[in-house]
């Protein structure tokens, strides 16, 4: 069978002079750019005075900025209570605080190795081996990146070739669209059913020879579904079939309600080589500022991921990495006690949205609760600024998770103190529609 590495050249980090230069020069005049519609591309001579820049089209114009981090800026601005972008508004660990204070005092603050500290890339492979059930050299496998972002889009630079297709699961994550456009991929969207679960024939579609890769997110970021080992097997099965590169964002791993399991698609007989495994300390430990994450995957496709790594970021904060080896050693109860408080916040936020009129069903992992709003007459993005501006509340366009559709769609995160949660629900309840 044609191996996956078989379908790409590989790239080395030369520089071709045979091709023009372009010189990029910036002045201190600022223009004000509306962001582009989904879908859509806009010339760049109405962002700029006209012949400062090229007019020859960007991927840039093909994707708007993250609609998650405007809701966030609206919510500073009317002074909402902030249920839109996924981040705690209580404290990390203390164990990670002191780690970091200490790390800094050690005089860790220089560039760490390119691809991740010894000794956090050797505990990472600890605890996948335990937790995971996956096997990694800490050598030769496993990259330390700025984040679950990059990760991502190190990833998809290191395996995709413009013009090859991703499949990608609707609902997704926002990030994913403009990942495909950066990279030059071709998204093959392919919709989950009204409760979340696969329709194996539009699946089985969505997979051609042209397929190189498919993202897939679980615990899920909006939908909180989390994959089973049946819909896992099936998806392993396309894979191999058509000889696809698996990229899976799980850093809600540890984040599992009513008895679900988080299972890695790698660690499935005959994945490990051809997935790549992403994961981040953000969530988890609740530290999304501190921006680690990591990649794992066979030693030839992270040769790949190190070099673009490598020129994207040179590496993650090197105090920080040290400071996340503590992280890795807190105990089995930590994790229990973080489902226990966020299984709290879920219900608390569940039945604020149920008494407030939304129809919404409790997530199976991860932080979100993503509602209809049929019921409400307003489109998505609509509603979503009624909700900031007149009741105080910031969530999220459900059509920002779809290429789409999303228009009966909001999400709401519940990362936050539960006091910041029901002071949300009161003022959900109150509701004054135009």
């Not at 008895?259 to 080589?273: R, W």
């Not at 988890?284 to 794992?296: C, D, I």
């Not at 409400?376 to 993005?381: A, E, K, P, Q, Y």
């Amino acid at each position: 069978m044609e191996k996956w590495w078989e379908k790409t050249e590989f790239i080395s980090a030369k520089v071709v002079t045979s091709q023009p230069l372009i010189i990029f020069l910036f002045t201190p005049t600022i223009y004000l750019m509306k962001p582009a519609k989904p879908g859509t591309s806009t010339s760049s001579v109405t962002h700029a005075r006209k012949g400062l820049f090229s007019t020859h089209s960007s991927r840039a114009d093909h994707f708007t900025e993250s609609t998650i981090r405007e809701m966030t800026r609206l919510s500073l601005m009317y002074d909402a209570i902030n249920l839109a972008q996924g981040f705690p508004d209580f404290s990390c660990p203390v164990e990670l605080k002191a780690a970091a204070c200490n790390a800094v005092n050690d005089d860790f603050n220089q560039y760490a190795i390119t691809w991740g500290a010894q000794d956090l890339r050797e505990a990472l492979a600890r605890k996948v081996k335990k937790y995971n059930k996956m096997t990694f050299n800490p050598d030769t496998e496993i990259t330390v990146t700025c984040g679950s972002t990059e990760a991502m889009m190190a990833s998809m630079l290191a395996v995709i070739q413009p013009g090859d297709e991703v499949v990608v699961p609707e609902p997704f994550y926002e990030n994913y669209g403009p990942d495909a456009q950066i990279s030059g991929a071709v998204p093959r969207f392919v919709p989950l059913l009204d409760d979340f679960s696969i329709d194996e024939e539009a699946w089985k579609s969505a997979f051609t020879n042209k397929t190189r890769a498919i993202i897939l997110n679980s615990p899920n970021n909006p939908t909180g579904k989390v994959f089973s080992k049946k819909e896992l097997m099936f998806i392993a099965e396309l894979c191999s079939d058509y000889n696809v590169i698996a990229i899976t964002d799980e850093i809600y791993e540890h984040i599992l309600y009513d008895g679900k399991k988080h299972i890695s698609l790698g660690s499935l007989d005959g994945m490990q080589d051809r997935t790549i495994t992403i994961g981040s300390f953000s969530k988890t430990y609740s530290v999304t500022g501190w921006r680690v994450g990591y990649a794992l995957s066979d030693a030839p496709i992270t040769e790949r991921i190190r070099k673009i790594h490598d020129f994207l970021t040179v590496g993650s904060p090197a105090p920080l990495q040290h400071a996340c080896i503590a992280a890795l050693m807190l105990p089995e109860t930590y994790y229990q006690e973080l489902a226990t408080m966020y299984d709290r916040k879920r219900k608390i936020l569940f039945k604020g949205l149920r008494q407030a009129g939304f129809s919404c069903q409790l997530p199976e992992g991860a932080y979100y609760i993503f509602t209809d709003i049929s019921e409400f007459g307003m489109t998505d993005s609509d509603f979503a600024r009624f909700l900031v501006k007149k009741t105080g509340v910031a969530a999220v366009p459900g059509s920002s998770f779809y290429h789409n559709g999303g228009q009966t769609r909001i999400r709401f995160t519940f990362s936050k103190k539960d006091e910041t949660l029901m002071e949300a629900c009161q003022r959900l309840g109150h509701l004054n529609l135009p």
